[in-house]
């Protein structure tokens, strides 16, 4: 397995992978890899002949006062992790090599990013986007597989491989959850044990709303009553949002059907969590 850490080498052993005929499967991550960011991996396998990871906390997507200085990090462990998952080449470049100092061209969307995360994270999905445009610029997937996790981030991208026409094929891959049911995230060791377990109300809230709308209850407002109440009930928890909307242009709909997403954020303690389902989609445990 390669590791890369300059633009200059990736874009070669890219350039050479491609010379020999090569697809390339591409999973981009901020690291501290866990079974969901493996379970893409192993999409990206199914799908390309080589897969390439991405390994980098993109500092243009945090917002001043949130995690970035404390973002979990364990670069040796997700380099053997990504070795037993087969992986042909891991990119961890710095903050350095990937962004000038004066660096002034950047993607923004205007209309999927003002919604949901959007709101709360204002800046959020331009820091996002402009790593991931120039992410494929270096790799030149042909597949990049994004995990359902992040719903919005996955329909921005759709977004901005259709509007800037990229050639690049987007693959979302089911939601990894713990056994218990909460969504796997690398941000979920912030967790005390008490707040891990209160965390568990937001799969069980969407879980009571999955199971309503599969005896026949679709109104949209009625089933966000049911995730908010039972939010509250249960963990005492007041969501940042609870959106029940079209998966791909993120509009909000007003009767349920198989396909729409129902989306939230909560934060619990000092986390911030997002978890969704897809109604009519499994997720994976
Ligand atoms: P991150 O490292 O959090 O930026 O995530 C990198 C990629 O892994 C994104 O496409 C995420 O949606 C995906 N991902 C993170 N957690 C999960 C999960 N629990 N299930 C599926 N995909 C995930």
């Not at 990871?53 to 917002?63: A, C, D, R």
């Not at 008490?194 to 209850?217: P, Q, V, Y």
Request: charged residues 25%; contains cysteine.
């Amino acid at each position: 397995m390669e590791v890369v850490k300059t633009v200059g080498a990736m874009k070669a052993w890219v350039a050479g992978r491609k010379a020999e005929g090569r697809s390339l499967g591409f999973v981009p991550t901020m690291g501290c890899l866990h079974r969901g960011h493996l379970s893409l991996v192993d999409r990206a396998r199914a799908l390309a002949d080589d897969v390439v990871v991405s390994i980098f906390v993109n500092p243009t997507q945090f917002l001043p006062g949130e995690d970035l200085d404390r973002y979990p990090r364990s670069p040796r462990q997700d380099l053997e992790s990504c070795r037993a998952a087969g992986v042909a080449a891991v990119f961890m470049p710095e903050p350095e090599e990937m962004y000038a100092t004066d660096a002034s061209v950047f993607v923004d969307e205007a209309a999927l990013s003002a919604t949901m995360c959007g709101r709360t994270r204002p800046g959020h999905f331009r820091g996002v986007l402009t790593i991931v445009a120039k992410l494929f610029n270096i790799v030149r997937p042909d597949t990049a597989v994004f995990g359902r996790k992040d719903a919005q981030q996955a329909a921005l991208i759709q977004r901005m491989i259709r509007d800037l026409n990229f050639d690049v094929r987007l693959e979302v891959a089911p939601l990894v959850r713990e056994a218990d049911g909460l969504a796997m995230s690398s941000r979920n060791r912030y967790l005390s044990p008490d707040e891990r377990k209160k965390a568990l109300t937001l799969s069980a809230a969407l879980e009571a709303a999955r199971s309503a709308w599969s005896t026949g209850k679709s109104d949209a407002r009625e089933i966000r009553g049911l995730v908010k109440r039972t939010l509250l009930e249960k963990g005492g928890i007041v969501p940042e949002y609870i959106a029940c909307v079209d998966a791909e242009s993120l509009t909000p709909v007003a009767r349920l059907a198989k396909g729409d997403l129902i989306a939230l954020a909560a934060v619990i303690g000092r986390t911030r969590l997002i978890d969704n389902i897809r109604l009519g989609e499994e997720d994976l445990s």
